[in-house]
């Protein structure tokens, strides 16, 4: 986001519904005045019904490889601050933040967490929870400030990054690079059109990894981008996100919601191809690692399981937001049932593009929240439709609960369907080594509480512990194939369009007070549960 991903947009289709069926699909996107009804805190027991996962028994038990990499997860603009120091050029996010009524509590990035700064003091703040891994993100602005291939590159930039690998390999933490985690910069949004420039973004986003991928050799697991979804629907669908193009003249002089997001869509997919062809061939030969991309998707759960209608949206809603970046990837073209239902306003690959995507992994990143039940919509969708023409509801037909409410309007915890979604992914995609590069939560009013009950984060320690869980038994008992768990996030950040306002760190950060930082109990929670998960032999 972050996920904490990311936020998540708001989709409300045509007239507006009760909030208990208002459409969830991006995440962290409206007020946190935005809700549905309450959960009760205990239902139901709530299973699959729409595929047979095969699970075993409970009594195995459940281990994780020895090399297991496990930590926190954050993003440049989410953290760093310093937006105008060392040369840092403007970002699609600085420009966007300054539009008065786009970010909730009218806030922005140039301070945040001030990580920019405070390097050392991050880095000894992972080695005291344990972490073996930190997944944290490049400002593209801060290497190549007006960001094109034909433009200057800002050797400070350059070297603020190779020392922070430095120290945490030093440290004994290994980093997990993510190239674009949304904060595309600024020039190449006004040069060209940004991500809807089909021949001249896929070249300078090349260039650029080709840059990084030459300074910081160190670096092991390489990830082009993050959520490729959340940039192309919430900055070009519903205009949430920067740089907030969207059909609504309302909120957006410019954009075509039917069309501009499944061509930034496709020109990321391009991008990232020439990304891992560039690495693959003139970088992984001597320096060893690999790369790949994350993608963001939701579990689902049919609204009502004896309609066939609503089993057969399941899948198609996780096509839609999954397997829209990870089918070209892995099988050479787009699902089908996006095919059908956007004709020919989803790209078409020509064979040169084909051969760049495709194949185009050494592993899967997975962004995970939460679940959802999906109900059917009858009749033709909606034109700017992303969602498969289908509801995401927290209720299902028999009136049980998906889960308890957060502070963020779409997410609700349900660890099973992280389980579920895992089994969804290994079975589809061949068995794909996948590393989990998030998974969180907000809590319900947490930033309004006092300190001493920030820390004590008990409902995120729940969270955790039944999320981890639930992934150990999918490769203890289903056989899946994760490597890595990055949990969103070390630290309270700026959650993109709702600023300030929700808490997704198991470090509190005073923003008032010189941003100090404070571990929560769900800091302190991760390592002895993930010693009890890891092999020891």
Known sequence: MCLSTTSRCLRINSSPAPLASVSLTAKKQASKHARAPPCPRSTRSIRPFSRNLGHRSADITMSLPKDFHWGFATAAYQIEGSVDVDGRGPSIWDTFSAIPGKIADGSS??????????????????????????????????IIPLGGRNDPVNQKGIDHYVKFVDDLLEAGITPFITLFHWDLPDALDKRYGGLLNREEFPLDFENYARIMFKAIPKCQHWITFNEPFCSAILGYNSGYFAPGHTSDRSRSAVGDSAREPWLAGHNMLVAHGRA????????????????????????????????????????RKIEFAISWFADPIYFGHYPESMRKQLGDRLPTFTDEEVALVKG????????????NYVKHKTGEPAEDDFLGNLELLFYNKAGDCIGPETQSFWL?????????????????????????????TSLK?????????????????????????????????????????????????????????????????????????????????????????????
């Open 276 to 315: 891992v062809k560039a690495y693959r061939e003139g970088f992984k030969p001597t320096q060893g690692g690999e790369i790949g991309i994350t993608l963001n998707g939701d579990a689902t759960y049919p609204w009502d399981p004896s309609d066939p209608a609503d089993v057969e949206a399941c899948d």
């Open 360 to 371: 185009s992994n050494d592993f899967y990143g997975m962004n995970h929240y939460t679940a």
């Open 412 to 440: 609700r915890p349900h660890a099973q369907g992280f389980r579920d979604l895992l089994n969804w992914l290994s079975k589809r995609y061949g068995g794909p080594k996948i590393y989990v590069t998030e998974n969180g």
């Open 109 to 142: 990035g140039a301070v945040a967490c001030d990580s920019y700064k405070r390097t050392a003091e991050d880095i000894a703040l992972l080695k005291e929870l344990g972490a073996n891994s930190y997944r944290f993100s490049i400002a593209w602005s801060r």
């Open 445 to 537: 009013g947490e930033n309004d509480l006092p300190l001493e009950k920030i820390v004590e984060d008990d409902f995120r320690v729940k969270y955790f512990n039944d999320y981890v869980n639930a992934m150990a038994k999918a490769v203890s008992e289903d056989g899946v194939d994760v490597r890595g768990y990055l949990a969103w996030s070390l630290l309270d950040n700026y959650e993109w369009a709702e600023g300030f306002e929700t808490r997704f760190g198991v470090t509190f950060v005073d923003y008032v007070n010189n941003q100090k930082r404070y571990p929560k109990k769900s800091a302190k929670s991760l390592k002895p549960l993930f010693d009890s998960l890891i092999k020891k032999d």
